[in-house]
Structures are given as structure tokens and as C-alpha cells.
């Protein structure tokens, strides 16, 4: 998992993309995960997708603001972020792990340890939301 793009500053109610590569990837097999981190805090689990048949998860406050979106024939891995929110601030990761791997979405995302099931990172994209 490679490049990340996308974030940048915006305003509170605005919307970016972030894009992920998953280079060498087959996608098809993997399950790919958004995470955010700000300092001081656990990495979290943001939107999770499932590969091979595009199964997606989220977590409670993204939900109806957040999008995860894979093109598993280009390999690349996104997010559409709307109605942001100063509180979405934080670095955040693409990452992923064969799907085979994990647990069910939602059992995944009561899992303290979910970032650590994920084997391929990116290198994380700052998302700034000014109030």
C-alpha cells in the first residue's frame, strides 16, 4: 500500500477525497481499511471495504458522511469525506490485510486491536477541518 493524496485544510461542512494506492495488491482478497489518528490517541478505525464483493463498514460518526469506494482493477482505494467536522481532524492511514484474515466488519470494529490485524500502511495524509 503506497501513495495516499488528497487531504489538506477545509472548512467545517466541506468535503475532500482521499485516494489510496494498493500497489501489488490483489485486491480481490483483501479487505482495505481507513484509519485517523490524532496526538495523544489510538489509531481508529474509520471505513472498512471488502474486496470481493465491495462490503463496506463504518464507524458511528462517519456514518452518512463518509464514503469507501475501491476500483480493484486500478488498485486504488478512496474515501469521500462530506460534512466535515473540526472533529475529523487527524492523520489519517489507508491500509490493508487479506480479508481472509479478519473478523466480520462489525466484530472488527469493536476490536481495540483492529489497526494491528491490518499488514500494509500507507503513509498517512494530515486532514485539517477549520470551525
Known amino acids: 500500500v503506497q501513495l495516499q493524496a488528497g487531504g489538506g485544510l477545509v472548512q467545517a461542512g466541506g468535503s475532500l477525497r482521499l485516494s489510496c494506492a494498493a500497489s501489488?495488491?490483489?485486491?480481490?482478497?483483501?479487505?482495505a481499511g481507513w484509519f485517523r489518528q490524532v496526538p495523544g490517541k489510538e489509531r481508529e478505525g474509520v471505513a472498512y471495504i471488502r474486496g470481493r464483493d465491495h462490503n463496506t463498514y463504518y464507524r458511528d460518526s462517519v456514518t452518512d458522511r463518509f464514503t469507501i469506494s475501491s476500483d480493484n482493477a486500478e488498485k486504488m482505494v478512496y474515501l469521500q469525506m462530506n460534512s466535515l467536522k473540526p472533529e475529523d481532524t487527524a492523520v489519517y492511514y489507508c491500509a490493508a490485510a487479506e480479508s481472509i484474515s479478519l473478523p466480520t466488519p462489525r466484530l472488527l470494529f469493536k476490536t481495540s486491536t483492529m489497526p494491528h490485524l491490518f499488514d500494509y500502511w500507507g503513509q498517512g495524509t494530515l486532514v485539517t477541518v477549520s470551525s
Open positions: 501489488g495488491l490483489p485486491l480481490n482478497n483483501y479487505a
